[in-house]
């Protein structure tokens, strides 16, 4: 029972473009949610979060968006930058107690020069 | 040190050896979790822990799999008699306290059972 879902395994933009990665999930008790970026051989590195009373959260180039009614949550990275070719994870905890994330499968982005 | 540490980098075991791996988390953090990332799919849950105890090892996968953070700091995560399906990065991540996310993450042991 995949409960996050990263829908997208790939995806190639244009440098200085805007990257869009989408996540999707199923349980409805999540109420915090993270993406992280991941280059090959190294661990995963935070990058931004949400938690579920905000539906946007902006950090420089990246901003998440948070729509609950549908269980979906987007990445938006602009200008993207060719550092920016990576795995991305979006992972989704409740805020309380023990925080286990729970990730989705990633979604490859490769920015063109 | 700045970031959580794990050693080894990279282990290769026979099939049924026993594998211990080693997380040292951030100074000062109370709250710690090992994952396990097989290859192309994104990290699952194995245990957490508070300090030095463990609330929650409903990630693990069998009875072969045992962890410790005996003194509330470095964690050891052990496999018994491992197979060839325990062949996963393991990753280890640490936060302040309970509430204070995000997570952080060494880089992971990579384990190879032959």
């Known amino acids: 029972d995949q409960q996050v879902k990263q829908n997208s395994p790939s995806l190639s933009v244009q440098e200085g473009r805007i990257s869009i990665l989408n996540c999707d999930y199923t349980?409805?008790?999540?109420?915090?949610f993270l993406w992280y970026k991941k280059y090959p051989a190294e661990g995963p590195t935070f990058l931004i979060s949400?938690?579920?009373?905000?539906d946007k959260n902006e950090d420089g180039r990246f901003t998440v968006f948070l729509n609950k009614s549908a269980k979906h949550l987007s990445l938006h990275i602009v200008p993207s930058q060719p550092g920016d070719s990576a795995v991305y994870f979006c992972?989704?905890?409740?805020?309380?107690?023990?925080?286990?994330?729970?990730f989705g499968t990633g979604t490859r982005l490769t920015i063109i020069p | 040190g700045a970031g959580v540490s794990q050693s080894p980098r990279y282990k290769v075991a026979k099939r049924g050896q026993d594998v211990a791996l080693r997380c040292d988390p951030i100074?000062?953090?109370?709250?710690l979790f090992w994952y396990q990332q097989a290859l192309g799919q994104g990290p699952e849950f194995l245990t957490y822990?508070?300090?030095?105890?463990?609330?929650?090892k409903s990630g693990l996968p069998s009875d072969r799999f045992f962890a410790e953070r005996p003194e509330g700091s470095v964690s050891t995560l052990k496999i018994q008699r491992t197979q060839q399906e325990d062949s996963a990065v393991y990753l280890c991540?640490?936060?302040?306290?309970?509430?204070?996310?995000?997570?952080?993450f060494g880089d992971g042991t990579r384990l190879s059972i032959l």
């Open positions: 991540a640490s936060s302040p306290g309970p509430g204070n996310q995000p997570q952080h």
């Open positions: 349980n409805s008790m999540f109420d915090y």
């Open positions: 949400i938690s579920s009373i905000k």
């Open positions: 992972a989704a905890s409740r805020y309380s107690g023990n925080e286990k994330l729970t």
């Open positions: 100074s000062g953090h109370v709250s």
């Open positions: 822990f508070q300090n030095e105890a463990q609330l929650d």
